[in-house]
């Protein structure tokens, strides 16, 4: 089983819709999550983190977390064509607090 | 300049090249890491250093060699490297505190191709 899991997509979705990424873990013993968005030939960039059940919210994005059922998602609501790009959920390791990234999951907004 | 740089952002090399990746941060972040991105594979995780010490070496070939002279600069040696090593390095910074809640800053990447 991989330690961050994520459906490598692409996820295609019209102009204005919500985007739903989801993420699982393997780690019981987690407790940092994070969502980073990379444009193609560029480097990630942290969108979201998120370190207690529930959801938080930023702008367009909502980050939900249930730890016990170890799985994290990312909400873009109102998606525009210039969300599209791959996002990697990472996790931090219980023991060594290493953080553990998924293969990221494309996301493509069609105008 | 600002944030993590990367030099070079483009490298072709032989096999039998020497050569050197090179990483800045301008955050005063204390610690700072190397991963290694492939086409359709997660982010992997190569060396971290913390307040210049190595603490993570993931079983990374040893014609990989990490320096860190200070806490700003860290740097990549390669030598007899392989084709399957072409990848994107990517080096990132963070302030590591006690909560273990890295917030990962990165670079723009060093393209690696290894003919």
């Known amino acids: 089983q991989k330690e961050v899991e994520q459906n490598s997509g692409p996820l295609s979705v019209p102009e204005g819709a919500i985007a739903s990424l989801n993420c699982t873990y393997s780690?019981?013993?987690?407790?940092?999550f994070f969502w980073y968005r990379q444009y193609s030939g560029k480097s990630p960039e942290l969108i979201m983190s998120?370190?207690?059940?529930g959801d938080k919210e930023d702008g367009r994005f909502t980050a939900q977390l249930n730890k016990a059922s170890q799985y994290v998602s990312l909400l873009i609501r109102d998606s525009q064509p210039s969300d599209s790009a791959t996002y990697l959920c990472?996790?931090?390791?219980?023991?060594?607090?290493?953080?553990?990234f998924g293969q990221g999951t494309t996301l493509q907004v069609k105008p | 300049e600002t944030g993590v740089t990367q030099t070079p952002r483009h490298l072709v090399m032989g096999m039998t090249n020497k050569k050197s990746l090179k990483c800045e941060q301008h955050?005063?972040?204390?610690?700072m890491y190397w991963y290694k991105q492939s086409a359709k594979k997660p982010l992997e995780l190569m060396f971290v250093?913390?307040?210049?010490?190595?603490?993570e070496n993931n079983s990374v070939p040893s014609r990989f060699s990490p320096e860190c002279p200070n806490s700003s600069h860290l740097f990549l040696h390669l030598h007899t490297l392989q084709p399957e090593d072409s990848a994107l390095y990517l080096c990132?910074?963070?302030?590591?505190?006690?909560?273990?809640?890295?917030?990962?800053?990165f670079g723009a990447g060093s393209r690696l191709t290894v003919l």
């Open positions: 990132a910074s963070s302030q590591h505190d006690r909560s273990g809640a890295n917030v990962l800053t």
């Open positions: 780690d019981r013993g987690s407790q940092s």
């Open positions: 998120i370190y207690s059940n």
């Open positions: 990472a996790v931090t390791s219980g023991n060594t607090g290493k953080l553990i």
């Open positions: 955050l005063g972040h204390n610690a």
């Open positions: 250093y913390n307040f210049k010490e190595q603490t």
